[in-house]
């Protein structure tokens, strides 16, 4: 079994940040990307950031310069820094990796259970 938990969200005034969290438990035999998407009610999920075992990382235009997406390989967590927050960031925010559970597996992605964050204005 997989897990992803998720912490960090909460509600902020526009200008602040926030850290959310997801640290990942579980038989995992190596994680490919770990990343962020979110959802706004009434909007698709969306990808905000991602970073690759390799180190390439890749934002969401929108929160460019904002956000940044960091990795602990020993702890098994992914970090996303968000600054600079504005109401339209607004959503559920979900973590998601790409991992396989055996040097045989194929690789599946996995999700959280998401976080809200809501920035007034």
């Known amino acids: 079994q997989v897990q992803l938990v998720e912490s960090g969200g909460g509600l902020v005034q526009a200008g602040g940040s926030l850290r959310l969290s997801c640290a990942v438990s579980g038989s995992i035999f190596s994680i490919n990307r770990m990343g962020w998407y979110r959802q706004a009610p009434g909007k698709q999920r969306e990808l905000v950031a991602m970073?690759?075992?390799?180190?390439?990382?890749n934002y969401a235009d929108s929160v460019k310069g904002r956000f940044t997406i960091s990795r602990d390989t020993a702890k098994n967590t992914v970090y996303l820094q968000m600054n600079s927050l504005k109401p339209e960031d607004t959503a559920v925010y979900y973590c998601?990796?790409?991992?396989?559970?055996?040097?045989?597996?194929?690789?599946?992605?996995?999700w959280g259970q998401g976080t809200q964050v809501t920035v007034s204005s």
């Open positions: 970073t690759t075992s390799g180190g390439v990382t």
């Open positions: 998601n990796i790409n991992a396989r559970r055996g040097v045989l597996q194929f690789y599946n992605d996995y």
